[in-house]
């Protein structure tokens, strides 16, 4: 079954009903720290007939628009039909400009510096004005995306804290799946040199962080995430050591919080997944796997991330390692 983003997108584009017109978009938000399996649980989540998964949506703007990388599906941004239709609806098309416009406002309000301003807003209105153009801005591309899908649900891996406080502010039916990763793991994975598979013109790489900055990021974002219940907005924390053991049942759990019947999940064997095309705009180079791919827990970092590194990380993060259950039996 093709993911959300094309197996229904038929009924959108032939004139048929939209039977989620009236009720707000439901939007499953994945949030947490990079490196941590938000690509994978995208992906997963993407073969299920309700759901259109667009990866790391706030990237749309700067990889698809103005640098036309790779959707998820192999095809450039400019020529996957699935963009061009949500464009369409949008802006009657749209171009490398439109990029620009949306990454200016984007600057102005979307950056995690604006947390607090985003939870309550100034009283500056040049802030307030650009919230409202961007915001809106975001909703109609959100509602496009589930328009041209015929999907129930939209799942946005973005992570990003700023991006989650926006679109608690918007219209929306915004649920977040807390997902969590050993800070060690995290944080050895930072440290890698990866290269930008999406990136066709340019021998581009992925940023690279270092360990203790990793853990300062790991602790303070994991903590925003969880305080997000204290703001009215549903949770459920998930851990991607689960995710990878238990790939059926972890899935089960996320999609009963989505509201969704999980149905027969039959592109999951024990440790192995067939996975189709999802219209993925930005994530990491995983989303490239199609096929069977096999599931295997990365635990890279217990054999090769420096002694030092790994006992300062685990001393930074220790009460949240110690919450999460990876502080047990010598973890």
Same mark, same amino acid.
């Given at each position: 079954?093709?993911?959300?983003?094309?197996a229904?997108? $038929?009924?959108?584009?032939?004139?048929?009903?939209?039977? /989620?017109? /009236?009720?707000?978009?439901?939007?499953v938000?994945? %949030?947490?720290v990079?490196? +941590?399996?938000?690509?994978?649980?995208?992906?997963?989540?993407?073969? /299920?007939r309700?759901?259109?998964a667009?990866?790391?949506?706030?990237?749309?703007?700067q990889?698809?628009?103005?640098?036309?990388?790779?959707?998820?599906? %192999?095809?450039?941004?400019?020529?996957?039909?699935? =963009?061009t239709?949500?464009?369409?609806?949008?802006d009657? %098309? =749209?171009d490398?400009?439109? %990029?620009?416009?949306?990454?200016?406002?984007?600057?102005?309000?979307?950056?995690?510096?604006?947390?607090?301003?985003?939870?309550?807003?100034?009283?500056?209105?040049? *802030?307030r004005?650009?919230?409202?153009?961007y915001?809106?801005?975001?909703?109609?591309?959100?509602?496009?995306?589930?328009?041209?899908?015929?999907?129930?649900?939209?799942?946005?891996? $973005?992570?990003q804290?700023?991006?989650?406080?926006?679109?608690?502010?918007?219209?929306?039916?915004?649920? @977040?799946?807390?997902?969590?990763?050993?800070?060690?793991?995290?944080?050895? +994975? =930072?440290t890698?040199?990866?290269?930008?598979?999406?990136v066709?013109?340019?021998?581009a790489?992925?940023?690279?962080?270092?360990p203790a900055?990793?853990?300062?990021?790991?602790l303070?974002?994991?903590?925003?995430?969880?305080?997000?219940?204290?703001?009215?907005?549903?949770?459920?924390t998930?851990?991607?050591? &689960?995710?990878?053991? /238990?790939?059926?049942? $972890?899935l089960?759990?996320?999609?009963?919080f989505?509201?969704?019947?999980?149905g027969?999940l039959?592109? @999951?064997?024990?440790?192995?997944? &067939?996975?189709?095309?999802?219209?993925?705009?930005?994530?990491?180079?995983?989303? *490239?796997?199609?096929?069977?791919?096999?599931?295997?827990?990365?635990?890279? =970092?217990?054999?090769?991330?420096p002694? #030092?590194?790994?006992?300062?990380? $685990?001393?930074?993060?220790?009460?949240?390692?110690?919450?999460?259950?990876?502080?047990? #039996?010598?973890?």
């Amino acid at each position: 079954m093709i993911a959300g983003a094309s197996a229904a997108a $038929t009924s959108a584009v032939s004139g048929r009903p939209d039977a /989620h017109h /009236h009720r707000p978009t439901r939007l499953v938000y994945i %949030g947490g720290v990079g490196r +941590s399996g938000s690509t994978l649980l995208n992906d997963l989540l993407g073969q /299920h007939r309700d759901v259109v998964a667009v990866g790391e949506l706030v990237h749309l703007f700067q990889r698809g628009l103005v640098e036309n990388n790779l959707c998820g599906c %192999g095809a450039r941004f400019a020529d996957c039909p699935f =963009w061009t239709r949500v464009g369409g609806q949008l802006d009657g %098309g =749209w171009d490398v400009e439109d %990029g620009h416009r949306y990454l200016a406002l984007k600057q102005r309000v979307d950056r995690n510096r604006h947390s607090l301003s985003l939870i309550a807003p100034l009283n500056l209105p040049r *802030f307030r004005n650009a919230l409202s153009d961007y915001g809106d801005r975001y909703r109609r591309l959100i509602e496009a995306v589930r328009s041209q899908s015929g999907a129930a649900v939209v799942v946005d891996s $973005t992570k990003q804290i700023s991006t989650a406080l926006l679109m608690r502010r918007l219209p929306l039916d915004l649920r @977040i799946v807390h997902l969590v990763r050993d800070s060690r793991g995290v944080a050895y +994975s =930072w440290t890698k040199e990866k290269r930008k598979v999406e990136v066709i013109d340019d021998d581009a790489m992925m940023n690279r962080y270092p360990p203790a900055l990793m853990a300062w990021r790991w602790l303070s974002w994991n903590i925003v995430f969880a305080s997000f219940r204290l703001l009215g907005v549903p949770v459920v924390t998930v851990r991607y050591e &689960d995710l990878i053991a /238990h790939p059926d049942q $972890t899935l089960r759990r996320v999609l009963r919080f989505a509201d969704l019947d999980a149905g027969a999940l039959d592109f @999951i064997e024990r440790d192995t997944i &067939d996975l189709q095309p999802v219209h993925s705009v930005a994530g990491n180079p995983s989303r *490239f796997q199609k096929g069977k791919v096999a599931l295997r827990l990365d635990e890279a =970092w217990r054999d090769q991330m420096p002694a #030092g590194a790994r006992r300062w990380v $685990t001393v930074l993060t220790a009460p949240l390692l110690g919450r999460y259950g990876y502080l047990r #039996g010598g973890r």
